[in-house]
């Protein structure tokens, strides 16, 4: 049962890569840089991210993954739909635009001082900066 991924060459996890991988814990990458659809959705027990290169998070990306608690993207600029992450969720993502389902966005330099509008869109976010 995978626990842990880590990878050092990989550019991009697909759509549904690791759907329903319900013993998955952390997830840590240096070179990924998009997140297809749906490719952590049901991880229910997955706990930690780390994507370091992350461009792009696809929509549904972590559908599901009520054990969420941390997300590292470092130098993420695009994410859709964290409306079915329903936890207390810390993300770091200094340069982030967030899509919701609706398609409004969000454009921000530091998403802390977003905090508001963000649980408007129903997010259950708190935003940390380093």
Same mark, same amino acid.
């Given at each position: ?29 240096? +070179?990924?840089? +998009? ?30 993954? /009520? ?9 993420? /600029?695009?994410? /859709? ?23 409004? +966005? ?17 997010? +259950? ?6």
């Amino acid at each position: 049962m995978l626990q842990s991924f880590q990878s050092f060459q990989l550019l991009e996890i697909h759509e549904n890569a690791f759907q329903k991988c319900f013993q998955l814990l952390t997830v840590s990458t240096r +070179r990924v840089t +998009r997140l297809g659809r749906s490719c952590f959705s049901q991880c229910f027990n997955l706990k930690e991210i780390d994507l370091f290169s992350l461009k792009i998070v696809d929509f549904a990306s972590f559908s599901q993954c /009520h054990g969420l608690k941390r997300i590292n993207l470092d130098s993420a /600029h695009e994410a /859709h739909n964290f409306d079915e992450v329903k936890t207390d969720l810390s993300i770091y993502a200094p340069f982030l635009q967030i899509k919701n389902s609706n398609k409004q +966005r969000i454009f921000t330099k530091s998403l802390k001082n977003y905090k508001n509008r963000l649980e408007k869109l129903q997010k +259950r976010v708190i935003m940390l900066e380093k």
